[in-house]
């Protein structure tokens, strides 16, 4: 196994720098378009049920944008958000006038908070619209004609070439109950098609929450179909994507929270970690694929110092100034060397010399063998997997090269080992190549896990630890056993599954609170809202009188163990004092040296008995109190007389 050669912390944070040049490309727009039609400003039947949702469909879809912005401008403080409302009586299109767009307009198209980084006017806007009742009223009239979707896929058009003409990732997320807008008119059809040709061919995806009302339900074939594209060049099983587009949308008690759940699993665009890296699957045989981080760790991040003593929260611009430390003198950056500390002294290489040092080549992914999947054990996972689907901009015919070699290791549990540099720069590693298929949540059919294939690091030789020696485990009796499965059978989840979406981190959402609070002028909250403590009293009134059972049983059966362990003690102790009937005898002998005290052994010594032990039980005596044992009997009976002398 080969050994890893180690990096510098700057050369850590060189490899985690991204161009500057390439900065909006790492950037996520995403425009609201909310229906406010009619059937989508109707609340939801009356029920007798605490739980129902009491909101229309539009009003929940302006509560779902609001929490998706209050989430975003902590979470996401760099991508853009905006919300445009269709179907409205009044129209407002923010970017530019009527007039200087030579009589262009929008009509029923009324852009509430304009596409741009969250602000806290833009969060109070939207607070305004679902808390108060009579602002909302006052816009949310709906038109008396209906609104052309090729007019609102145009609007956005416009809002995403003046707004974000270079972000890498730009979305439109369309919320409407109307599965069917232009039933008879298909010329206008014809042209919402084009309109949507249009965004997709300037990278804009267009996503779709459909909203089903309890008499009908949403049929997407209709209309929308033909609005949501894909590229025919993508057959199905060759559509090996990070991200998939089915939605799931219902009425009535669920559906701010269908919402809410449904668009967070979209919101967060899949940046890549590297596009177009050359694939090497053989000599002069070459695809190229892109890698996305889909798995990542979620925690609180500072992006900025906020400077909170003045009448308003600033941002804090901070300097950095470097002085030599016995002068105090300003040093310039070309004044500074790197050196390397070897054999007592400094070692000084060029710039050029470092990065020649670091250089193991281009960025490639190339494969150096296969193996079957077994032979990969559990431990070896050493850091979080990299998911690669194939891109074409390179290497035509990627896709249906990158298909085949997904479905052979897949069909044959196979894995390759490839040779690996993610970028310029980065250290090189060793990883398997593992091929997944794709797993849909069983509730809401969202996609768990894409199918495609997983870089997976493999672990050097300075990565493996020797386990610690672990001691037997105590097994429980049957009768234990028994009653510990009636209480998990009352504790069980509905359908024994357990869904971590419905329990955020309490101590990152009480973080994003705080911050939420101080940048919208709120006051601080009391106390966290913790999901993640269990319900004590419903765990009582459900499993309390099998708890108990089960105390009383483990309680007995522990006497029972120990009671077991301590005759298993006793009885290892008598069997290792049987022996021989000469050791037994100078067993005894030393115990009858060792069982005298020093008043004992200064008359024994006043006697000259000590004489009378043989020369293994002074020997043992003296092994006893950590003194040397070597010698003749003459020496030890000495070491014996000095150490009873000094006690």
């Given at each position: 196994?080969?050994?890893?050669?180690?990096?510098?912390?700057?050369?850590?944070?060189?490899?985690?720098?991204?161009?500057?040049?390439?900065?909006?490309?790492?950037?996520?727009?995403?425009?609201?378009?909310?229906?406010?039609?009619?059937?989508?400003?109707?609340?939801?039947?009356e029920?007798?049920s605490?739980?129902?949702?009491?909101?229309?469909?539009t009003l929940?879809?302006?509560?779902?944008?609001?929490?998706i912005?209050?989430?975003?401008?902590?979470?996401?403080?760099?991508?853009?958000?905006?919300?445009?409302?269709?179907?409205?009586?009044?129209?407002?299109?923010?970017?530019?006038?009527a007039?200087?767009?030579?009589?262009?307009?929008?009509?029923?198209?009324y852009?509430?908070?304009?596409l741009?980084?969250?602000?806290?006017?833009?969060?109070?806007?939207?607070?305004?619209m679902?808390?108060?009742?009579s602002?909302?009223?006052?816009?949310?009239?709906?038109?008396?004609?209906?609104?052309?979707?090729?007019?609102?896929l145009?609007?956005?058009?416009?809002?995403?070439?003046?707004?974000?003409?270079?972000?890498?990732?730009?979305?439109?997320?369309?919320?409407?109950?109307?599965?069917?807008?232009?039933?008879?008119?298909k010329?206008?059809r014809?042209?919402a098609?084009?309109?949507?040709?249009?965004?997709y061919?300037?990278?804009?995806?267009i996503?779709?929450?459909?909203?089903?009302?309890?008499?009908?339900?949403?049929?997407?074939?209709?209309f929308?179909?033909?609005?949501?594209?894909?590229?025919?060049?993508?057959g199905?099983?060759l559509?090996?994507?990070?991200?998939t587009?089915?939605?799931?949308?219902?009425?009535?008690?669920?559906?701010?929270?269908?919402?809410?759940?449904?668009?967070?699993?979209?919101?967060?665009?899949?940046?890549?970690?590297?596009?177009?890296?050359?694939?090497?699957?053989?000599?002069?045989?070459?695809?190229?694929?892109?890698?996305?981080?889909?798995?990542?760790?979620?925690?609180?991040?500072?992006?900025?110092?906020?400077?909170?003593?003045?009448?308003?929260?600033?941002?804090?611009i901070?300097?950095?100034?470097?002085?030599?430390?016995?002068?105090a003198?300003?040093?310039?950056?070309?004044?500074?060397?790197?050196?390397?500390?070897?054999?007592?002294?400094?070692?000084?290489?060029?710039?050029?010399?470092q990065?020649?040092?670091?250089?193991?080549?281009?960025?490639?992914?190339?494969?150096?063998g296969?193996?079957?999947?077994?032979?990969?054990?559990?431990?070896?996972?050493?850091?979080?997997s990299?998911?690669?689907?194939?891109?074409?901009?390179?290497?035509?015919?990627?896709?249906?090269?990158?298909?085949?070699?997904?479905?052979?290791?897949?069909?044959?549990?196979?894995?390759?080992?490839?040779?690996?540099i993610?970028?310029?720069?980065?250290?090189?590693?060793?990883?398997?190549?593992?091929?997944?298929?794709?797993?849909?949540?069983?509730?809401?059919?969202?996609?768990?896990?894409?199918?495609?294939?997983?870089?997976?690091?493999?672990?050097?030789?300075?990565?493996?630890?020797p386990?610690?020696?672990?001691?037997?485990?105590?097994?429980a009796p049957?009768?234990?056993?028994?009653?510990?499965?009636?209480?998990?059978?009352?504790?069980q989840?509905?359908?024994?599954?357990?869904?971590?979406?419905?329990?955020p981190n309490?101590?990152?959402?009480?973080?994003?609170?705080i911050?939420?609070?101080?940048?919208?002028?709120?006051?601080?909250?009391?106390?966290p809202?913790?999901?993640?403590?269990p319900?004590y009293?419903?765990?009582?009134?459900?499993?309390?009188?099998y708890v108990?059972?089960?105390?009383v049983?483990?309680?007995?059966?522990?006497?029972?163990?120990?009671a077991?362990?301590?005759?298993?003690?006793?009885?290892?102790?008598?069997?290792?004092?049987?022996g021989?009937?000469?050791?037994?005898?100078?067993?005894?002998?030393?115990?009858?040296?060792?069982g005298?005290?020093?008043?004992?052994?200064?008359a024994?010594?006043?006697?000259?008995?000590?004489?009378?032990?043989?020369?293994?039980?002074?020997?043992?005596?003296?092994?006893?109190?950590?003194?040397?044992s070597?010698?003749?009997?003459?020496?030890?009976?000495?070491?014996?007389?000095?150490?009873?002398?000094?006690?």
């Amino acid at each position: 196994m080969a050994e890893r050669q180690f990096k510098t912390e700057e050369e850590e944070e060189e490899e985690e720098e991204f161009d500057e040049t390439d900065y909006k490309a790492q950037k996520d727009a995403v425009l609201f378009a909310i229906d406010v039609s009619s059937t989508m400003l109707t609340p939801p039947p009356e029920s007798d049920s605490k739980k129902a949702d009491r909101d229309s469909g539009t009003l929940a879809a302006l509560k779902c944008a609001y929490q998706i912005m209050q989430q975003r401008i902590i979470s996401n403080p760099r991508d853009m958000m905006g919300v445009l409302l269709f179907g409205t009586e009044e129209s407002r299109f923010q970017q530019e006038d009527a007039s200087n767009r030579g009589g262009l307009a929008y009509p029923h198209c009324y852009v509430l908070t304009d596409l741009d980084v969250p602000a806290v006017e833009d969060v109070k806007v939207l607070r305004e619209m679902v808390e108060d009742d009579s602002e909302s009223k006052k816009l949310l009239v709906p038109s008396k004609e209906s609104v052309s979707i090729s007019n609102l896929l145009f609007c956005a058009n416009q809002i995403f070439t003046t707004k974000a003409p270079n972000f890498g990732s730009r979305r439109l997320f369309i919320i409407t109950d109307n599965d069917n807008p232009h039933v008879d008119d298909k010329n206008t059809r014809s042209q919402a098609a084009v309109r949507a040709k249009d965004l997709y061919d300037l990278g804009v995806i267009i996503e779709l929450f459909p909203i089903s009302r309890p008499n009908h339900d949403f049929d997407r074939a209709k209309f929308y179909d033909d609005i949501i594209y894909r590229d025919p060049n993508e057959g199905e099983e060759l559509a090996l994507r990070p991200t998939t587009f089915k939605s799931t949308g219902t009425d009535g008690v669920s559906l701010l929270n269908n919402l809410i759940s449904d668009i967070n699993s979209k919101q967060v665009a899949k940046r890549a970690i590297f596009s177009n890296l050359p694939f090497e699957i053989g000599p002069g045989f070459k695809i190229s694929v892109t890698g996305y981080n889909i798995l990542q760790k979620q925690a609180p991040s500072r992006s900025s110092f906020i400077y909170l003593d003045g009448e308003k929260a600033q941002i804090a611009i901070g300097e950095t100034t470097k002085m030599a430390e016995d002068t105090a003198r300003t040093v310039d950056k070309v004044e500074i060397k790197k050196a390397y500390k070897f054999g007592g002294g400094t070692v000084l290489f060029t710039p050029e010399e470092q990065k020649e040092l670091r250089n193991f080549g281009p960025p490639v992914l190339r494969i150096v063998g296969f193996k079957p999947q077994s032979m990969l054990p559990d431990w070896a996972s050493v850091h979080k997997s990299t998911f690669i689907f194939p891109s074409e901009e390179d290497y035509v015919g990627s896709t249906r090269v990158f298909a085949a070699l997904w479905q052979k290791l897949l069909k044959d549990k196979k894995m390759g080992v490839a040779w690996y540099i993610s970028r310029k720069n980065a250290s090189p590693q060793l990883v398997a190549i593992l091929p997944s298929d794709e797993k849909l949540d069983e509730f809401t059919g969202g996609q768990v896990i894409p199918q495609g294939l997983w870089l997976y690091p493999l672990p050097f030789a300075d990565d493996i630890r020797p386990t610690p020696e672990c001691p037997k485990p105590i097994v429980a009796p049957d009768n234990l056993v028994d009653e510990m499965r009636k209480v998990i059978q009352q504790l069980q989840l509905p359908k024994a599954m357990y869904d971590p979406g419905k329990y955020p981190n309490p101590s990152l959402q009480w973080h994003y609170k705080i911050l939420q609070a101080i940048a919208l002028e709120e006051e601080l909250p009391d106390a966290p809202e913790d999901k993640t403590i269990p319900r004590y009293r419903q765990i009582d009134k459900r499993a309390g009188e099998y708890v108990n059972k089960w105390g009383v049983i483990l309680d007995q059966q522990s006497q029972i163990y120990e009671a077991g362990r301590k005759t298993s003690i006793k009885r290892e102790h008598d069997d290792s004092e049987e022996g021989p009937k000469k050791k037994a005898k100078v067993s005894r002998a030393t115990a009858g040296l060792e069982g005298m005290n020093t008043d004992d052994l200064r008359a024994a010594i006043a006697k000259g008995s000590l004489n009378k032990f043989t020369v293994t039980d002074l020997k043992d005596w003296l092994h006893s109190k950590g003194l040397n044992s070597s010698g003749k009997k003459a020496d030890l009976v000495e070491r014996i007389e000095q150490w009873v002398e000094n006690a």
